[in-house]
């Protein structure tokens, strides 16, 4: 750089175009908020079970201790939202972009511009999510229902996409050739 250019100070910012248009692409969105519902419910299993089995081990410990081992219900509750979000950090950090019941379901979660998710978005997506349900429970489940992305309401203030996978995606697309 000459000393007579003009330098730059600051961050610039690129807005990058939504990565996925359900127009030009509508096999990316087929059947993808039903299945979305089927993930989370196993997800939500998957979640559950460990801290029943944690839940009745100190129930265990209680009777045991005649009442004492009861004080750790206490930490159950920092428990369980530690591995939620240990849980939502790493399946959508992880390469699939996608949980255990996403995976099932063929679907993975990506940036509104097409990057993969990573464990801090998966963390806050999760976060946001039990924000959102918490406070708005029957308006959250009508938002995807009006745009064509099929997007949650905690998906557009996270700034995440959920979109069938690649074999999925290629699967819905040969199916419509033939037809």
């Known amino acids: 750089m000459a000393a007579s250019d003009p330098r730059r100070i600051g961050v610039s910012i690129e807005l990058n175009p939504h990565a996925y248009d359900p127009a030009a692409n509508p096999e990316l969105f087929e059947g993808v908020l039903a299945r979305r519902l089927v993930a989370f419910l196993i997800d939500f299993v ?21 009442g004492l081992g009861f004080l750790f219900y206490g930490l159950l509750w920092p428990a369980m939202v530690l591995w939620a979000l240990g849980y939502y950090g790493m399946t ?20 509104w511009y097409g990057s ?40 557009m203030l996270v700034g995440t996409v959920l979109i069938n996978n690649e074999s999925r995606t290629a699967m819905l697309r040969e199916s419509r050739r033939r037809f």
């Not at 460990?50 to 201790?65: D, K, N």
């Not at 959508?92 to 940036?111: K, N, Q, V, W, Y």
């Open 92 to 111: 959508l950090g992880s390469p699939a972009s996608a949980t255990i019941g996403m995976r099932i379901m063929d679907i993975e979660m990506r940036t």
């Open 46 to 66: 998957i979640l559950a079970v460990p801290v029943l089995f944690v839940a009745m081990f100190i129930f265990v410990v209680g009777v045991v201790t005649f």
């Open 116 to 155: 993969p998710a990573y464990f801090v978005l998966g963390a806050v997506h999760a976060i946001v999510f039990w924000i959102t349900v918490s406070a708005l429970t029957p308006l959250v489940l009508l938002v995807p229902l009006f745009n064509d992305r099929r997007r949650c309401l905690h998906d």
